[in-house]
């Protein structure tokens, strides 16, 4: 998935950003909110991390702002603002999730993943597809009972198969689901994942409708 992070803590920002990364997704970073929503302009994103402190202005408006005009995209909140009136706070205003810092990155990792699976309308992490048995939760994969390693990357570009069954991604919106705007990338990178993919679980796995894009193939 494509992450928004807005913190301006710069050790703790380059820690968070690591971190998603590692996992496969692709992270913008910015420090201000207006730089927040420049970058909310250029791009759709699956999932937004926001502090509530920031250079220029308090994040809850930041956010009631979102959701008033309509955007429904996933909001963790992550700051030192621990009272209980600051939760409540955060949550009224429309996020999804509270973490106070400091926090552990992979319990980070595991909130991020169980509100995508929500938005998803899938929050059960083990479900089938054909022959193959997903755990979204600890991103595993099996065919026919045997289990299949997928890369953090190849494992990101299935997910959004799997979670747009039937949906046809472009070319362009899977490379933005990969990749950050600070991120050069090969003309042929999409269709060399793919490809990768296909071998691991079936070739029939993911079909290409060409000139189009690609879907969840017949292993649905």
């Keep these: 998935m494509r992450v928004l992070l807005i913190e301006d803590d710069a050790v703790l920002g380059a820690a968070v950003r690591d971190q998603i990364a590692a996992d496969g997704h692709s ?7 207006d730089e927040a929503s420049a970058l909310q302009e250029a791009a759709a994103y699956d999932l937004i991390l926001l502090d509530l402190m920031l250079p220029d202005g308090r994040g809850q408006p930041f956010l009631r702002a979102l959701r008033g005009r309509g955007d429904i995209t996933p ?27 400091p926090f552990d990155l992979a319990e980070l990792s595991a909130r991020l993943n169980a509100v995508a699976r929500r938005y998803a309308g899938n929050p059960n992490p083990l479900f089938k597809l054909g022959d193959l048995e997903i755990d979204s939760a600890a991103r595993s994969v099996r065919r026919a009972g045997k289990p299949i390693a997928l890369t953090a990357r190849e494992w990101v570009l299935f ?33 060399v994942h793919v490809s990768r993919l296909r071998k691991k679980l079936g070739r029939e796995a993911i079909e290409t409708v060409r000139g189009l894009g690609y879907r969840l193939g017949a292993a649905q």
């Design 27 to 33: 992270v913008d970073w910015a420090t201000r909110l």
């Design 75 to 101: 909001v963790i909140i992550l700051t030192a603002l621990d009272q209980l009136s600051d939760r409540i706070d955060g949550l009224n205003a429309g996020a999804d999730d509270y973490m106070v810092k």
């Design 159 to 191: 997910e959004a198969f799997f979670q747009h069954p039937g949906q046809l991604l472009s070319k362009a919106q899977l490379e933005e689901r990969l990749y950050s705007f600070d991120t050069e990338i090969e003309s042929n990178t999409i269709e």
